[in-house]
Nanobody, 124 residues
Framework: QVQLQESGGGLVQAGGSLRLSCAASGRTFTSYAMGWFRQAPGKEREFVAAISRNGDVTTYADSVKGRLRISRDNAKNTVYLQMNSLKPEDTAVYYC?????????????????WGQGTQVTVSS
């Protein structure tokens, strides 16, 4: 089992940048593929990005390609989401999630563990 805690959210102007972090507890962090999802008010939770266990493979939602970048530091048990060129439509609660089967799935149902989320608000 793993516990996840996001940080780094906040209020930023359009065009600005933020870096989200997700710290994982436990000694088996490398057992998990990691994903970032987001949920805006009144909308379903949607996939943002995912990264493989050793960080060599990443995948992104089309809406964030070229602007957001996922990475991980297995020595620190942490996964990051670097967010550049932010847009008002990026406003949402951002969640990190862990998949013990390492599938890099875009479906939230494939992830067994979730953090509590961090709010990102982009003003126009």
């Amino acid at each position: 089992q793993v516990q996840l805690q996001e940080s780094g959210g906040g209020l930023v102007q359009a065009g600005g940048s933020l870096r989200l972090s997700c710290a994982a507890s436990g000694r088996t962090f490398t057992s998990y593929a990691m994903g970032w999802f987001r949920q805006a008010p009144g909308k379903e939770r949607e996939f943002v990005a995912a990264i493989s266990r050793n960080g060599d493979v990443t995948t992104y939602a089309d809406s964030v390609k070229g602007r957001l970048r996922i990475s991980r530091d297995n020595a620190k048990n942490t996964v990051y989401l670097q967010m550049n060129s932010l847009k008002p439509e990026d406003t949402a609660v951002y969640y990190c999630a862990a998949d013990p089967l390492g599938r890099l799935s875009q479906s939230p149902s494939r992830y067994d563990y979730w953090g509590q989320g961090t709010q990102v608000t982009v003003s126009s």
